[in-house]
């Protein structure tokens, strides 16, 4: 994360996904330098804006020859009028990093008080690459070739308990619940606590909803009818939780693509979950949980390039194509996730969207991620032609960046 001298480094991201874990690496290097609050600490809850300064002096009686500490705020979004606070910081000279759980209001925030002064990193649970450190497993060069089986069966325990940290180094048997605990903090201190929500069992529902439909498409309109018999609920409200869990880092909404903006806005969004070990308290679906996967690694993307847009297709005729890569208003990729090609009928349909898509939005680079199958095929359906990269997720997770000098040969299966 680059560092600019005058601005607040705002680090977003869903709860226990190494926030502070970022935090601390930076400070272990001179301890005495740093003033640390993680305003969600009994000691420091409730605090005020005010209150903060009182912490300060007292940083400064302990540590006289430190008048302008380097200050980390974590867990910010806990303090009301927290930006009038970081500006004060900033204009009595401080280096200020902050952290926060909430995604909108936070970064709105960031945009609307902080005005340029603040820039903003989204900080995700563990890319593969990162997965694969913390299981002590080399991938660079050839080692991802000599490592594969090793490599492939970790993916599976990637997409069946997803990449929190925390999760990944644990026992096999502590990882779902310390998942479901994450759940129940996310949804009680980001979402109830926070929002005040009245109706409960409205968003028990949602939840309920959303761990068994990630992947799959959701609209107000079609959750109001299917909830309206049996509780009273306004589509506004639905809105309105569904942007509370959003804002909470527990889904991601992904549009659709289209060329009218009104069109965007209307039309039903793709459900996805933050992690896919969250799945493990709905339907687990290891093609969803690939297609999952894939999006929260795009979403990654995006916060090293920032222009980077994500969007899936679907025509008239039904054909559907997974994710459309937008960089500048130009399509740079079309890319769908199927787990098992080797049934002709899949594999045509499969071929048959990316073809559809191709035609009407002018791209020729068309992937299809699975799960073991690799190469390219030329593809002529109904006089379309084309040419389909079939990408193994073990490789397209990694990147190309991360297989330098591999060898000209497919990968086991």
């Known amino acids: 994360m680059a ?41 420091f809850y409730p605090m005020t804006a005010r209150d903060f300064i009182r912490v ?25 009028d927290w930006e009038r606070l970081v500006r004060y910081l900033l204009d009595t000279g401080h280096e200020v990093y902050l952290t926060g759980s909430s995604s909108k209001p936070l970064s709105a925030e960031v945009a609307t008080h902080l005005r340029g002064r603040a820039l903003t990193y989204t900080l995700l649970p563990l890319s593969f690459r990162e997965f694969l450190l913390f299981r002590g497993v080399e991938y660079g060069e050839r080692a991802f070739y000599r490592n594969y089986t090793r490599i492939k069966a970790l993916l599976g325990e990637y997409l069946e308990y997803g990449a929190y940290p925390e999760v990944a180094l644990a026992p096999k048997e502590a990882r779902e619940p310390i998942l479901k605990e994450y759940l129940n903090v996310m949804i009680k201190r980001d979402v109830l606590e926070r929002h005040r929500v009245r109706n409960v069992y409205l968003l028990n529902e949602l939840l309920y909803l959303s761990l068994r439909s990630y992947a799959k498409y959701v609209s107000i309109d079609s959750i109001y009818r299917l909830l309206k018999g049996r509780l009273k609920v306004t589509k506004m409200t639905i809105a309105n939780y569904l942007t509370y869990l ?29 992690d896919t070990g969250l799945s493990l308290f709905g339907s687990k679906d290891i093609e969803r949980d690939m297609e999952n996967a894939v999006f929260i690694e795009l979403m990654r993307m995006k916060s090293s390039n920032p222009r980077l847009e994500f969007y899936y297709w679907k025509s008239p005729s039904g054909h559907e194509v997974d994710f459309v890569v937008v960089e500048e208003r130009r399509v ?32 020729k680079n068309l992937t299809v ?27 397209w997770l990694m990147g190309r960046e991360a297989l330098r000098n591999e060898p000209e040969t497919q990968l086991p299966v």
């Open 3 to 43: 560092k600019v001298r005058g601005k607040a480094t705002a680090i977003i991201g869903p709860r226990r996904a190494g926030k502070t874990y970022y935090l601390f690496s930076i400070l272990k290097e001179d301890p005495q330098k740093y003033l640390y609050v993680d305003f969600e600490n009994p000691v």
């Open 56 to 80: 300060l002096d007292a940083y400064r009686e302990l540590y006289p020859e430190i008048q302008k500490p380097v200050v980390m705020l974590d867990e910010v979004q806990a303090v009301p």
């Open 246 to 274: 959003e804002e909470a880092f527990f889904l991601l909404l992904l549009r659709k693509y289209e060329r009218s903006p009104k069109a965007r806005v209307v039309a039903p969004r793709k459900l996805y979950l933050i």
């Open 332 to 363: 740079k990729e079309l890319i769908q996730v199927s787990a098992d090609l080797s049934d002709e009928k899949t594999r045509r349909r499969e071929f048959l969207a990316l073809l559809n898509a191709s035609k009407e939005l002018k791209c």
């Open 369 to 395: 991620v699975t799960l073991n199958e690799e190469g390219v095929e030329r593809v002529e359906l109904y006089g379309m032609k084309g040419e389909i990269k079939l990408v193994p997720l073990t490789k």
